[in-house]
Nanobody, 123 residues
């Protein structure tokens, strides 16, 4: 089993920045694909950014140029640097991990999910 724990969420004004972290534990290894997703009540979960085992990245159009995904396999940690935040970025942000697939970008069928961290951006 793999456990994922997100942190770094909070409340910020539009134009501000936040850095999310996702700490992985359990049966976790460096040959992974990891991603960030977000969801608001009443809407479907949407992919934000993915980074695969070859450090290829994929971003939702709405966050390109503002968000940066990265990972440190030595620390089993995934990051999401979010700059120039907008009110529409508000939502619960989830970390996900997968060890079976690569090259699918935001379409990766992730097997493991964290509990989420809330991000609220006010105008």
């Amino acid at each position: 089993q793999v456990q994922l724990v997100e942190s770094g969420g909070g409340s910020v004004q539009a134009g501000g920045s936040l850095r999310l972290s996702c700490a992985a534990s359990g049966y976790f290894h460096s040959n992974n694909c990891m991603g960030w997703f977000r969801q608001v009540p009443g809407k479907a979960r949407e992919g934000v950014a993915v980074i695969d085992r070859d450090i290829n990245t994929d971003y939702a159009d709405s966050v390109k140029g503002r968000f940066t995904i990265s990972k440190d396999n030595s620390k089993n940690t995934l990051y999401l640097q979010m700059n120039s935040l907008k009110p529409e970025d508000t939502g619960m942000y989830y970390c996900a991990a997968d060890f079976r697939h690569s090259g699918y970008g935001l379409g990766t069928p992730f097997d493991y999910w964290g509990q989420g961290t809330q991000v609220t951006v006010s105008s």
